[in-house]
C-alpha cells in the first residue's frame, strides 16, 4: 500500500545551465508542492501504513526549511552566493542546482535517512519512502525514486554539503535536527496531536 503526504513551500532559486534564459539568469520562485509517498506491506497498531501526524514533526521541518528562503548551489559565483546570504535570513546553500529534479533528490534523501533513524512507537513495520514529488509549478513536476536519489550518475548528495541558515535552524523544535540527521542519531516519534 501506498499513501501520500502533502506539503507545500515558496521558495527563490537560480537554476544556472538550464536552457531557459529567464531561468538561468535571473532570480524567481515558486510555489512548491512536495508529495512524500510511503509504502508497507502491513498496517500498524492504527491500521495504518504510518500515522499522518507524525509527519508533523521532524519531516515537516525538514521540508518547511525552504519555505521563503533562498535555494542556493554552492557552485555558482562566490559574490552572488555572499550577497544572497547577506541579504536573505532564510537562505539554503546546497551542492547540487535548485532545480525540481534536486529538490525532489534533496528531499528524498534528508526524508529516508530521517525515517531509516527513527524509532517506531506504533507496530509501524516495513515502511519505506517510496517516492519524493516536486511539484514546481502547476503543469511540471519531478519524481524521485530510491534509485534517482542515490545515483552516482547524477552525483551523489552529501548531507554534509548542505548548509540551513540559522534562522531556518531556529524554526526547527530542536536546533540540532540536521546535525542529528547527518551523525546518524536515533529519532523517537511521538505524536501528541
Keep these: 500500500m501506498i499513501i501520500r503526504k502533502l506539503f507545500k513551500f515558496e521558495n527563490a532559486h537560480i537554476v544556472r545551465g538550464c536552457s531557459t534564459v529567464r531561468c538561468r539568469s535571473s532570480l524567481h520562485g515558486h510555489s512548491y508542492k512536495v508529495e512524500l509517498l510511503f509504502e508497507s506491506d502491513f498496517l500498524d497498531n492504527g491500521q495504518m501504513v504510518y500515522d499522518f501526524g507524525l509527519m508533523k514533526q521532524n519531516m515537516k521541518a525538514l521540508v518547511d526549511s525552504f519555505d521563503h528562503a533562498v535555494a542556493i ?39 529516508d535517512k530521517l525515517l531509516n533513524q527513527t524509532n517506531s512507537i506504533n507496530g509501524e513495520k516495513n515502511v519505506k519512502l517510496h517516492s519524493i514529488i516536486v511539484h514546481e509549478t502547476a503543469t511540471g513536476y519531478a519524481q524521485c525514486f530510491s534509485e534517482d536519489a542515490y545515483s552516482q550518475k547524477m552525483g551523489l548528495i552529501d548531507l554534509e554539503e548542505i548548509v540551513f541558515s540559522d534562522v531556518i535552524k531556529n524554526d526547527w523544535g530542536d536546533s540540532e535536527l540536521f546535525e542529528k540527521l547527518k551523525k546518524g542519531e536515533s529519532f523517537l516519534n511521538s505524536c501528541s496531536v
Design 73 to 111: 548551489w554552492n557552485g555558482d559565483d562566490e559574490e552572488y552566493i555572499k550577497d544572497m546570504q547577506k541579504h536573505s535570513d532564510r537562505w539554503v546553500l546546497l551542492p547540487i542546482s535548485p532545480s525540481a529534479e534536486q529538490f525532489s533528490r534533496v528531499i528524498f534523501v534528508m526524508i
